[in-house]
């Protein structure tokens, strides 16, 4: 069966650094495109970035230089690094296999078997 857990959200403060973390198992990992998405209180599901399996990587243009995603094939696990953390970054962050579904909101947490729980961030002064 296909499970993506998520790891690494916190409270934190603004301007702290985050790096989250999700394990991959019960699909072909190494071949899979994943994302990165997160859910803000009162917002619409929002995509992050984007890996392939070679390490190719796509962002929203709001996301780039603050949101930086990474994948280790041989761990099975995704990386999201935050850098530079505000207020209006609190949310759940969840990992995904990536298609133009995720990016265009179509699909969201529990549609299918590529979601996992989420991992909260806050952000708090």
């Known amino acids: 069966a296909v499970q993506l857990e998520e790891s690494g959200g916190g409270t934190v403060q603004p301007g702290d650094t985050l790096r989250l973390s999700c394990a991959a198992s019960g699909f072909a990992f190494n071949t899979t495109p994943m994302a990165w998405v997160r859910q803000r209180p009162g917002k619409e599901l929002e995509w992050l970035s984007s890996?392939?399996?070679?390490?190719?990587?796509d962002w929203p243009s709001f996301a780039k230089g603050r949101f930086f995603i990474s994948r280790d094939n041989a761990e099975n696990k995704v990386f999201l690094q935050v850098n530079n953390l505000n207020t209006a970054d609190t949310g759940m962050y969840y990992c995904?296999?990536?298609?133009?579904?995720?990016?265009?909101?179509?699909?969201?947490?529990?549609?299918?078997?590529?979601w996992g729980q989420g991992t909260q961030v806050t952000v708090s002064p």
């Open positions: 995904t296999r990536d298609s133009c579904f995720v990016r265009l909101r179509r699909l969201s947490p529990g549609s299918d078997d590529y």
């Open positions: 890996i392939d399996g070679y390490g190719t990587t």
